[in-house]
């Protein structure tokens, strides 16, 4: 499993959705409603200075009882973020995920935004190599493959 998760951008897009950090809250809800995403990257002067996600709408928000309305993302999102690059392994993604416990990471080249995977996208890129990997011995187990 020494591919890059450049792999994953080519295969998802590297589309991102983004808001700056004087958007309110109820802009970022309607934004990821709209797109069908989780998140948003926050973006500042053009450099990346934070997330917010769903999970952060139910406990920073709706928890606190903050007013979606007048709340700013600046208050609420997710600063300090790790990122990675294109050429950082799958390897390396998937135990960053396992050790930040976090759902998404921002791909970064240089200050620039590549776009962002979700642990999603790394266990669907999983699931579709153990199934070729099964379907190939599958294959050779039942003499499809010559020698």
């Excluded at 797109?35 to 769903?54: C, P």
């Excluded at 996208?121 to 294959?139: C, F, H, Q, T, V």
Aim: aromatic content about 2%.
């Amino acid at each position: 499993m020494s591919a890059s998760v450049s792999i994953l951008l080519e295969r998802k897009g590297s589309a991102v959705h983004s808001l700056p950090p004087s958007a309110s809250v109820l802009d970022a809800v309607q934004l990821m409603n709209k797109s069908q995403v989780s998140s948003v990257l926050i973006v500042n002067n053009g450099q990346l200075a934070g997330i917010f996600t769903e999970r952060d709408v139910l406990r920073r928000v709706v928890g606190s009882g903050l007013d979606p309305k007048t709340t700013l993302l600046s208050n609420v999102m997710t600063a300090g973020l790790t990122s990675i690059t294109r050429a950082t392994s799958i390897e390396e993604a998937h135990a960053i995920f396992n050790s930040r416990h976090c759902r998404h990471l921002p791909v970064l080249d240089g200050d620039r935004i590549a776009g962002l995977i979700s642990v999603g996208d790394i266990s669907r890129w999983l699931s579709d190599m153990n199934r070729a990997e099964a379907e190939s011995l599958k294959s050779y187990i039942s003499g499809g493959l010559s020698t």
